[in-house]
């Protein structure tokens, strides 16, 4: 059985910091793309980031470029976000995902995000407020 399991969420001040991590189980880790991807209130799915299963390239939306970083521990099944310089429009459920399907911008960027892409863990939530 598939299972990823997002923790490191909470509440901070604007311009503070978080460490998401997943940690994932029931497939082939090193053989999969890990993404994030990120639901505010009321608001659909957006792509936060994804990180290659082999060469470990990276790829981030423009909202949050310069200031998040993704990584992926195969040895651990392990992939985190490291989110740096936070904004209340940061704010939401993230989700990690997993497939054996790598994508990458601009047709990343173009997407319509469904629940019908990969596995998803349960959503760790993001609050940024002062």
């Known amino acids: 059985e598939v299972q990823l399991v997002e923790s490191g969420g909470g509440l901070v001040q604007p311009g503070g910091s978080l460490r998401l991590s997943c940690v994932a189980s029931?497939?082939?880790?090193?053989?999969?793309?890990m993404y994030w991807i990120r639901q505010a209130p009321e608001k659909g799915l957006e792509w936060v980031s994804n990180?290659?299963?082999?060469?470990?390239?990276?790829h981030y939306a423009d909202s949050v470029k310069g200031r998040f970083t993704i990584s992926r521990d195969n040895a651990k099944n392990t992939v985190y976000l490291q989110m740096n310089s936070l904004k209340p429009e940061d704010t939401g459920k993230y989700y990690c995902?997993?497939?054996?399907?790598?994508?990458?911008?601009?047709?990343?960027?173009?997407?319509?995000?469904?629940?019908?892409?990969?596995?998803w863990g349960q959503g760790t939530q993001v609050t940024v407020s002062s």
């Open positions: 029931g497939f082939r880790f090193n053989l999969y793309y």
């Open positions: 995902v997993g497939s054996p399907v790598g994508l990458e911008p601009p047709l990343i960027d173009r997407m319509t995000w469904s629940r019908d892409f990969g596995d």
């Open positions: 990180i290659n299963n082999d060469d470990g390239r990276t």
